[in-house]
């Protein structure tokens, strides 16, 4: 009974799918972004991939550097006055070096996020790499 059962649904299944295909084929269409889209970022991410630029991912392991990290996170993410780009910056520490990442509103919220990182207990360096969003 359980076989004929799976066999009726795989054989109504393989009809719908052939049924369908063509009709979400004739809709499928392409999505494509115009360059200068804000949401158009294939360089950055071309760049990310090159293991020259450190990603979250690079971010060490260590008691100490999470601790920096989230120290970092917890103080940026209680200041309102930041945009929520600011907010969601790349915090990457290495051996108590903060590198900050990804783009923010204004040069201001650039130096805060600098000014954050550099009073946080055992940070040795802050390497700002924010980028500012064109208006």
Not at 33 to 60: C, G, H, M, Y
Not at 82 to 104: E, F, H, Y
């Amino acid at each position: 009974m359980f076989t004929r059962l799976l066999l009726v649904i795989f054989t109504l299944t393989g009809s719908l799918i052939m049924m369908t295909g063509p009709v979400l084929a004739e809709q499928n269409t392409s999505f494509h972004l115009a360059a200068n889209s804000e949401l158009e970022n294939t360089e950055r991410n071309v760049r990310d991939k090159d293991n020259a630029t450190l990603t979250p991912e690079d971010q060490k392991e260590t008691k100490k550097d999470i601790q920096i990290t989230a120290q970092i996170r917890k103080t940026v993410v209680r200041d309102k006055s930041l945009s929520i780009d600011a907010q969601n910056a790349k915090i990457i520490t290495r051996s108590g070096v903060v590198t900050l990442r990804g783009p923010v509103a204004s040069e201001a919220e650039s130096k805060t996020l600098q000014k954050i990182a550099k009073k946080t207990r055992g940070v040795v360096k802050v390497d700002n790499q924010l980028e500012i969003k064109a208006p």
